[in-house]
C-alpha cells in the first residue's frame, strides 16, 4: 500500500480516484492465461456484440484471479472495449462476482422461506460461532472458510440448502453441521 | 429419488429422469428423441412442415406459459411481426432458465436430468418464430447446470442438430447457454433481456413488448424451460393428446410441481395440470409429522398466502388457483403446518424482496426494505400500535401499475394477504411491544419519513 498517514486521499492505493470506478485494488496487474484467452475469443463468435460477453468474461476473470479487482474490471474493459465504470457498474449488479478476496470455501447459507420454514437462519448463524463468531460475509482468520446468507438456491426440497464454492449441499442442519464443515478440506 | 407422480400416471416430462446417464444425447436418441426436430427439419423441403403449422400445433394445444404468467404460448409467438415488417432484424428465443422465484426448483431437475427435451423443445420454437440463433440464460448459481447443458449443448452440434444446414435441410439453427451473475430480477423477460446484452439487469417500460423489440432491438419470444418442453412432446404427440390432461380447455398439459416446506417428501412432482391440491399434498406424504395445515403459499413467494380453508377443494391450475384469489405462478408450493410463525415467515419473504429489488422505481426500492424493516420490527415486539394499518396502507401504494415491472406487486403480495389473513398473529407481537406509550412515539428515522410520504401518496 503506498501512502500513510498524510497522503491526500486521491493518491491512496485502493481508493478510487475522481473519474475512476470503486473496485479493491489487487495491487497488481492482471491479465488471462493463453486457456482463458482462448475461452474467451470463443465467446465473442456466439454474440452479434461484444459487450454482450461481458457477464461471461467476468465470469472467465473470476475463475482466473478468485474475484473481481480494480485491475480486473480495467482489465476486462479493455477487453471488450467498454469503460472501466461501466463493467464495475455490472459487476456490483449481480451477487455472485466476488468484489473481495473470499476463504477457499465460500460457504453459502440460502435463509429463503422454504429453507426459513427448515430452520435455516438458525444453522447459518450456529455455522459462523463454530468457526469463530464469523459476521456475514467474513473469512476465517486461517483464510479458509467465508460465511455468506444467499436467497433461494433452487433445492428447496432440500432445505436447509447450501452452496459451496460451485457446489451444492443439501439438508444441511444443526445435527450434521460439524460432520458437514469436516468433510470441506 | 424426489421427483414422483400419482399412481398409475405415466410421466411426461420426468419420464427420462431416472434412466442412468439421462443427460446423454445417445439414450436420449434411443427413447425416440429428437424424431420431432428431424421430421421437421425433413419437410421443409417438401412444403409438409411450416412455421406457421408448429405455431398453429401449439395453439391447439392450448399450452400456457410454465414460467409464472400463463400465458398463451402460440399466441405469444404470433406477435412477432411478419418478415415484410420486420426487414431484415432477426428473430431471438431465449429459453429463460433463471430460476430463482423462491420456493421452485421444477426447471432445475429438466435441466440437470433431460437437458436435451429443453434443446429439442427451443429447436422447434426457433423453427417456428424463424429464429437462427437462440439462447438460453441460466441463473449463475446453477453452476452444474450449466456445465450439463453446455455438453448437451456440444453433442447436438456433434450429431449435426444444430449449426450450419442442419440435417441438409437449409436451415442454420445456432444455441449458446448463457449464464447469469446472481439476480432474481433477471427472471423478468425484459431484465433478462438487458442482462443478455451486458447490462444491469434492469427491467424495461413496455411497450414495445419484446416480441417487437427485444435483446439487440430485435423481435424476441421469451420462454420458461418447462414451457419449451412440453413444445416438444406437443410436436411428438400432437395437441389433441396434449388436451387429455388437464380439468378444462383453459388448463391443459402435464405439469410440474414443486412442493416444500412442512410435507414428509419435499420434491418436483409431475401431474396432470388441474389436480386437487389435497392430492397434490397426500403424493408428498401428508403435512409433516401429521400435523395440522395452517397455510399454503401455492405459486411461488410472489403468490398471495391462502389458509387451511381455502385450498381444501381448489384444484392446482392457472384459473383453479386464481379463483382463490392467488396465483400458479411457477406452481411451487409452500406448505405451512400450525407451528409455522406467519409474521416471522412473512418478514422473511420481505427480506427476499427488499434485496432483490433492482432500484429504478421508488416505490419498490424505498418501499421493500421499509416493508422489511417495519415486519422485522413487528416481529422483534417492538412494533407500534398503528403499525399493521401502515404496512397495509404503504403496501398497497407500491402496486397496481406504479412500477416499471410487477416485482413490486409481487413483494406486496405476502405482506397484505399475511396481515389480512392472519392479523390475529400479527396483533400478538404487537401485544408484545414493551413501551407503554408505545403508540405516541413520532417515526423517527428517515426510512419512516419516506414511508409516511408514500403512505400520502406522494412517490418523489
Ligand atoms: C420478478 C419476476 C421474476 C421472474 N422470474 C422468472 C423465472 O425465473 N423463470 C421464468 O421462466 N419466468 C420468470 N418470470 C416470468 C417471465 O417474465 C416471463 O413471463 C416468462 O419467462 C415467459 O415464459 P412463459 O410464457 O413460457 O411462461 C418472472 C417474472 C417476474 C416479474
Ligand atoms: S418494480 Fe422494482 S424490480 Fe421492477 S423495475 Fe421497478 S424497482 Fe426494479
Ligand atoms: S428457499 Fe432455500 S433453496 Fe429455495
Known amino acids: 500500500m503506498s501512502g500513510g498517514a498524510g497522503t491526500p486521499v486521491s493518491e491512496q492505493a485502493g481508493l478510487p480516484r475522481v473519474g475512476e470506478h470503486g473496485a479493491l485494488s489487487a495491487g497488481k496487474a492482471v491479465a488471462f492465461s493463453p486457456k482463458a484467452l482462448a475461452r474467451f475469443e470463443k465467446l465473442l463468435t456466439r454474440y452479434p456484440t461484444k459487450q454482450a460477453a461481458l457477464l461471461p468474461t467476468l465470469w472467465i476473470a473470476q475463475g482466473e484471479f478468485g474475484w473481481i479487482s480494480r485491475e480486473a474490471v480495467d482489465y476486462v474493459a479493455g477487453l471488450l472495449g467498454l469503460s472501466p465504470a461501466f463493467v464495475w457498474g455490472?459487476?456490483?449488479?449481480?451477487?455472485?462476482?466476488?468484489?473481495?478476496?473470499?476463504?477457499?470455501?465460500?460457504?453459502?447459507?440460502?435463509?429463503?422461506?422454504?429453507?426459513?420454514?427448515?430452520?435455516?437462519?438458525?444453522?447459518?448463524?450456529?455455522?459462523?460461532?463454530?468457526?469463530?463468531?464469523?459476521?456475514?460475509?467474513?473469512?476465517?482468520?486461517?483464510?479458509?472458510?467465508?460465511?455468506?446468507?444467499?436467497?433461494?438456491?433452487?433445492?428447496?426440497?432440500?432445505?436447509p440448502a447450501v452452496m459451496v464454492n460451485d457446489d451444492d449441499f443439501a439438508i444441511i442442519t444443526k445435527d450434521n453441521l460439524q460432520k458437514f464443515l469436516g468433510g470441506l478440506r | 429419488m424426489s421427483e414422483m407422480w400419482p399412481a398409475g400416471y405415466v410421466p411426461v416430462l420426468l419420464a427420462r429422469i431416472s434412466r442412468p446417464d439421462s443427460p446423454a444425447i445417445d439414450g436420449y436418441l434411443a427413447d425416440g428423441g429428437?424424431?420431432?426436430?428431424?421430421?421437421?427439419?425433413?419437410?421443409?423441403?417438401?412444403?409438409?412442415?411450416?412455421?406457421?403449422?408448429?405455431?398453429?400445433l401449439v395453439k391447439a394445444s392450448g399450452l400456457r406459459g410454465r414460467g409464472g404468467a400463463g400465458f398463451p404460448c402460440g399466441l405469444k409467438w404470433t406477435f412477432v411481426p411478419p418478415k415484410e415488417k420486420r426487414g431484415n432484424k432477426p428473430v431471438y428465443l431465449l429459453c429463460n432458465a433463471d430460476e430463482s422465484e423462491p420456493g421452485t426448483f421444477k426447471d432445475r431437475v429438466l435441466i440437470e436430468k433431460d437437458p436435451h427435451q429443453i434443446l429439442e423443445g427451443m429447436m422447434l420454437a426457433s423453427f417456428a418464430l424463424g429464429v437462427r440463433h437462440a439462447y438460453l440464460y441460466i441463473r449463475g448459481e446453477m453452476v452444474h447446470g450449466a456445465e450439463v447443458l453446455n455438453a448437451a449443448v456440444d453433442e447436438a452440434y456433434a450429431k449435426g442438430l444444430l449449426g450450419k444446414n442442419v440435417q441438409g435441410s437449409g436451415?442454420?439453427?445456432?444455441?449458446?447457454?448463457?449464464?447469469?451473475?446472481?439476480?432474481?430480477?433477471?427472471?423478468?423477460?425484459?431484465?433478462?433481456?438487458?442482462?443478455?446484452?451486458?447490462k444491469r439487469g434492469h427491467p424495461r417500460i413496455k411497450p414495445p413488448f419484446p416480441a417487437v423489440s427485444g435483446v439487440w432491438a430485435s423481435p424476441t419470444v421469451v420462454n420458461n424451460v418447462e414451457t419449451l418442453c412440453c413444445v416438444k412432446h406437443i410436436l411428438d404427440r400432437g395437441p389433441d393428446w396434449f388436451r387429455t390432461y388437464g380439468r378444462n380447455e383453459k388448463n391443459t398439459g402435464p405439469k410440474l410441481f414443486c412442493i416444500s416446506g412442512h410435507v414428509e417428501r419435499p420434491g418436483v412432482y409431475e401431474a396432470p395440470m388441474g389436480i386437487p391440491f389435497l392430492e397434490l399434498l397426500a403424493l408428498a406424504g401428508g403435512v409433516k409429522g401429521g400435523r395440522k395445515l395452517k397455510a399454503v403459499i401455492p405459486g411461488g413467494s410472489s403468490a398471495?398466502?391462502?389458509?387451511?380453508?381455502?385450498?381444501?377443494?381448489m384444484p392446482l391450475d392457472f384459473?383453479?388457483?386464481?379463483?382463490?384469489?392467488?396465483?400458479?405462478?411457477?406452481?411451487?408450493i409452500i406448505v405451512m403446518d400450525e407451528t409455522t410463525d406467519i409474521p416471522k415467515a412473512v418478514a422473511n419473504i420481505s427480506k427476499f424482496y427488499a434485496h432483490e429489488s433492482c432500484g429504478q422505481c421508488t416505490p419498490c426500492r424505498e418501499g421493500t426494505p421499509w416493508l422489511n424493516k417495519m415486519l422485522k420490527r413487528v416481529v422483534n415486539g417492538q412494533g407500534k400500535r398503528q403499525d399493521l394499518d401502515l404496512l397495509v396502507q404503504v403496501a398497497s401504494q407500491m402496486g397496481n401499475g406504479m412500477t416499471i415491472c410487477v416485482f413490486s406487486d409481487a413483494a406486496i403480495a405476502p405482506v397484505l394477504s399475511g396481515i389480512a389473513k392472519f392479523r390475529p398473529e400479527f396483533e400478538a407481537c404487537l401485544a408484545k411491544a414493551a413501551s407503554p406509550d408505545f403508540a405516541l412515539t413520532a417515526p423517527s428515522d428517515v426510512t419512516e419519513k419516506v414511508a409516511g410520504r408514500m403512505a400520502e401518496g406522494i412517490h418523489s
Not at chain 2, 436451415?171 to 448463457?178: K, Q, S, V
Request: aromatic fraction near 6%; charged fraction near 20%.
Open chain 2, 171 to 198: 436451415l442454420d439453427l445456432d444455441l449458446t447457454i448463457h449464464r447469469g451473475g446472481g439476480a432474481y430480477i433477471c427472471g423478468e423477460e425484459t431484465a433478462l433481456i438487458e442482462s443478455l446484452e451486458g
Open chain 2, 304 to 313: 398471495p398466502m391462502l389458509t387451511a380453508e381455502e385450498v381444501q377443494s
Open chain 1, 90 to 159: 455490472v459487476t456490483t449488479f449481480y451477487t455472485m462476482y466476488n468484489r473481495a478476496p473470499v476463504g477457499k470455501h465460500l460457504i453459502q447459507f440460502c435463509t429463503s422461506i422454504s429453507c426459513h420454514l427448515a430452520g435455516a437462519e438458525e444453522v447459518f448463524a450456529e455455522c459462523r460461532k463454530i468457526l469463530g463468531d464469523l459476521k456475514p460475509g467474513e473469512t476465517s482468520a486461517d483464510g479458509r472458510f467465508t460465511v455468506i446468507e444467499v436467497e433461494c438456491l433452487a433445492q428447496c426440497d432440500k432445505a
Open chain 2, 319 to 332: 384459473d383453479g388457483v386464481a379463483a382463490a384469489k392467488s396465483m400458479l405462478g411457477s406452481a411451487a
Open chain 2, 34 to 56: 429428437y424424431a420431432s426436430w428431424k421430421k421437421v427439419l425433413a419437410g421443409i423441403a417438401t412444403g409438409e412442415w411450416t412455421p406457421s403449422k408448429v405455431t398453429d
